[in-house]
């Protein structure tokens, strides 16, 4: 079964016969569940491959109870895997459909939508129908240019050129016609031309294999054995060359995705059956149809004929509604893939989103993906040169201090110029020897940062210890200061210290308390006033709410307005309040409930309405009971208080 493809793997007889191997669990060995080790039946820390899921037997011998377990957990996940995978891609499958169910090809080629908006100016960029296309080879693109030459090209200038697939007098008429001559020199530029075109523009990454419709190579197995023709077969003497070439010609020309004669319709055309037309060229090549194929003239025919019936068979009709296709084209892989891949590890040991995460990620349109990249293309030196690239990727890539950080620890060094570990003395009295300018002993403060640098990243990155501390410094500025060895040290050591008493508020390393923070400063001189000079000289107490006998009076409400202090909001009545230091500010007088009025049962002028009242209440201008507002009833003097209305 393995061997013919239809189930199975080699890792699959492997496991049987040989081990069963690793098992991992979220991409790791299997972690320590129990306290230092995974299952009791080892020792406390052991690392060991046993104790750590790897199954030396294999099914055929067995597998022991701890192996078993360990297989077990690796299993477990693999359900589990596929239980959430199932609703996961379902609804992707649905939102994908939900969007493009009303896309649908039209009668002049394109692909729009219900509203008549144009999705794809041609479907599929060439036309044809996803089911009548299929994998096919460009045999001309990975020739080199002596065999493309012998494979293709006709010598018929050389007096010696005889083969024995074509008779002699073919080959004596094609070396006495001109037009002949003229017909298999533009064949073979125009082959030169599609494969500089593929090679160029195309095809670039060298990849021979295209998707397009009628497998050729069939067709033409299909006609030897119609009409008893092939490589066994003697020469053919009825079928001209230059009438290959012409028939061909008018095949390519025939073959129309795109109508129309303006420029726009032109490279479409052009654009939909350049590899398609490259494919026929090479494929139906005069000497090829000779030599190789060996095809008479009713069975060129007869491929010629099918070739241009089953290139319009393969074309997407009208009224094709696409967008479900594509998005079942799309729903139907995703549910073969795995939920989490843990498996693919990428640069610096750093996994790269794959699988059903990433396609969510790229439907979803996500501003925030989980691991960024990006594909850099050097030109110039940089393409051809490694060193040249990695200076390059040395100025793109970021690097931080825990990329080529290998150890660090915390010291409590009492005092800094006379450090207590022994592998920093040198350089920390080196330093302090000649220490710079703004460097001060007493100010540092006992505790440090003690970083040690990995050589290899260092190197890698091109960087020196210099630059680290320096853009510690250029960050933190005198909030730290940075001592380092030399770059040729065995070992690169940066010592990271702050200052004493440091920090903005609190406590401070000698015990001291931070000063208070300074009063704000006076207003400028327009907006002083004398009483502003008598407060100012006045400190208020700092529990006193009401005013004192001192002359210091509480501060304005923000909803008055005191012609002694311009800086407050104004009343809602729009009426300035003035207030005096020495005296009190009024209470406020609270409202009535029920609205205003001037006595009961009069309306007011400023609201033109009367307050209603369910008690009974003589009025002179009403009746027994208070009624609404009306214009009959006689105006009363405004409110002696603010409006409620």
Request: glycine letters at 8%; aromatic letters at 6%; proline letters at 7%.
């Amino acid at each position: 079964m393995v061997t013919a493809g239809s189930k199975g793997s080699f890792i699959n007889i492997s496991q049987m016969i040989a081990c069963v191997g690793q098992q991992n669990v979220e991409g790791k060995r299997i972690p320590f569940g129990f306290n230092g080790r995974t299952l009791p039946h080892f020792t406390k820390d052991d690392l060991g491959p046993e104790s750590r899921g790897f199954v030396s037997n294999s099914y055929l011998s067995g597998l022991t109870p701890q192996e078993l377990f360990f297989h077990a957990m690796g299993g477990r996940e693999g359900l589990i895997d596929t239980a959430v995978k199932t609703s996961s891609t379902g609804y992707i499958q649905r939102r994908l459909v939900k969007a493009m169910e009303d896309f649908s090809i039209r009668y002049d080629g394109t692909v729009r939508d219900a509203g008549g908006a144009v999705v794809q100016f041609l479907y599929g960029e060439d036309g044809m129908d996803g089911a009548a296309v299929e994998t096919q080879r460009l045999d001309a693109l990975r020739m080199k240019d002596s065999a493309f030459r012998a494979a293709f090209r006709f010598e018929l200038d050389d007096p010696a050129w005889a083969p024995a697939w074509l008779p002699a007098h073919v080959l004596e008429a094609t070396r006495s016609s001109v037009v002949a001559r003229r017909a298999l020199e533009g064949e073979y530029a125009a082959l030169c031309d599609d494969l500089r075109a593929l090679r160029t523009e195309v095809l670039r990454s060298g990849e021979a294999s295209v998707v397009l419709p009628l497998n050729l190579r069939r067709l033409v197995w299909n006609a030897q054995q119609a009409f008893g023709c092939g490589p066994g077969a003697p020469p053919v003497a009825d079928l001209d060359p230059a009438a290959v070439v012409k028939r061909v010609a008018a095949l390519c020309d025939r073959l129309i995705v795109v109508t129309g004669d303006d420029a726009l319709s032109m490279e479409a055309q052009k654009n939909a059956t350049l590899l398609f037309q490259c494919l026929v060229r090479s494929t139906l090549a005069a000497k090829r149809v000779l030599r190789e194929w060996r095809l008479t003239a009713d069975a060129f025919e007869w491929l010629v004929g099918e070739v241009e019936a089953r290139f319009f068979q393969a074309m997407a009709f009208p009224g094709e509604m696409v967008g479900t296709v594509a998005a079942q084209s799309i729903g139907e892989p995703t549910t073969q893939m795995t939920l989490n891949t843990f498996h693919f590890a990428g640069v610096s040991a750093k996994n790269v989103t794959l699988g059903v995460p990433r396609l969510t990620e790229i439907i979803n349109v996500s501003k925030s993906i989980k691991t960024p990249s990006l594909s850099v293309y050097l030109a110039g030196d940089a393409a051809r040169d490694r060193e040249a690239a990695k200076a390059v990727q040395c100025a793109l890539e970021h690097t931080t201090l825990r990329r080529v950080a290998a150890a660090t620890e915390i010291w409590y060094d009492p005092d800094p110029s006379t450090t207590v570990i022994p592998e920093d003395a040198d350089f920390v009295a080196a330093y302090f020897e000649m220490p710079d300018e703004d460097a001060r002993p007493e100010r540092m403060s006992p505790w440090l940062l003690r970083v040690e640098l990995d050589r290899a990243m260092m190197v890698d990155k091109k960087l020196s210890m210099a630059d680290v501390a320096e853009r510690v410094n250029a960050e933190f500025e005198d909030e730290l200061h940075c001592i380092f060895n030399d770059d040729n040290a065995e070992k690169l050591i940066l010592r990271v210290g702050g200052e004493r008493g440091g920090g903005g508020g609190g406590r401070g390393e000698g015990g001291a308390r931070a000063a208070p923070p300074a009063p704000p400063p006076p207003p400028p001189p327009s907006l002083r006033s004398a009483s502003w000079a008598t407060r100012a000289t006045k400190t208020p107490p700092p529990t006193t709410t009401t005013p004192s006998s001192s002359g210091w009076r509480a501060p304005c409400s923000p909803k008055s307005r005191c012609r002694a202090c311009p800086t407050s909001k104004k009343s809602s009545s729009g009426r300035p309040t003035a207030c005096s230091p020495t005296r009190p500010r009024p209470a406020a007088t609270p409202r009535r409930p029920s609205g205003c009025w001037t006595r009961r049962g009069s309306t007011c002028s400023r609201c033109w309405r009367t307050p209603t009242s369910t008690r009974r209440a003589r009025s002179p201008t009403t009746s027994s009971k208070s009624s609404t507002c009306s214009a009959l009833k006689p105006r009363a003097a405004p409110c002696s208080r603010r409006c409620a209305a």
